[in-house]
Each structure stands twice: as structure tokens, then as C-alpha cells.
């Protein structure tokens, strides 16, 4: 059974850093593709990065330059670094498992519980 677990969120000040991680368990990364999404109040959800089972990395526009996405294959682990955190950054961050990188949350079928992320002064 697909397994993932979000940890590293937490309130930031405007312009600071956080790294995400998203533990997987019951399958490896050598064949999958993790994607991270992030939910703000009363919006819908939105994809924010992605990383091919081959190391391709996607980014939404409005994170580019700011986040970074990575793996480690032998925790089996997926890391998002953000850095230059802004207010709108705020949301509940998911990592998400399929095939496939994709921009919506139906392309993907395997999702973590979420991490609080909140930037504020």
C-alpha cells in the first residue's frame, strides 16, 4: 500500500525558508513521480512542483526561482526547499504519488495527510 508522509512545515516570517519533506512508503521512487500541491483557504488546490521518476523537475510559475524540489532515493524521500517565503505562500502542503508528473490533482492517486505552512509576520 502506497504510503506518503508530509513533515517540515511551520510558521515562517516573510522571506525565510522552510524545507518540506515527503517520506514514501510501500513503493520506491525509481518508478514514480511526486508531485507537491498546496491548498490556501477557500481556494482550490494547485500544483506547485514535480519530480519525474527520472529527476525532471517542474515548477509552478509563481515558485519558480523561490522553491526547489529534490529526492533522496535511498530514504526515499522527496524535499521541497523554499526559500523567500512570501504571505501567499500560505496553505496546507501535500505530496502526492502517481506515474507521472501532472498539474492537477487528478493525475495523481496517492496523497499525504498535509503540512501546515504559514508565512506571517
Known amino acids: 500500500q502506497l504510503q506518503l508522509v508530509e513533515s517540515g512545515g511551520g510558521l515562517v516570517q516573510p522571506g525565510g525558508s522552510l524545507r518540506l519533506s515527503c517520506a514514501a512508503s510501500g513503493f520506491t521512487l525509481d518508478y514514480y513521480a511526486i508531485g507537491w500541491f498546496r491548498q490556501a483557504p477557500g481556494k482550490e488546490r494547485e500544483g506547485v512542483s514535480c519530480i519525474s521518476s527520472d529527476d525532471n523537475t517542474y515548477y509552478a510559475d509563481s515558485v519558480k526561482g523561490r522553491f526547489t524540489i529534490s529526492k533522496d532515493n535511498a530514504k526515499n524521500t522527496v524535499y521541497l526547499q523554499m526559500n523567500s517565503l512570501k504571505t501567499e505562500d500560505t496553505a496546507v502542503y501535500y505530496c502526492?504519488?502517481?506515474?507521472?508528473?501532472?498539474?492537477?490533482?487528478?493525475?495523481?492517486?496517492?496523497w499525504g495527510q498535509g503540512t501546515q505552512v504559514t508565512v506571517s509576520s
Open positions: 502526492a504519488a502517481d506515474l507521472i508528473c501532472g498539474w492537477s490533482t487528478a493525475d495523481f492517486g496517492s
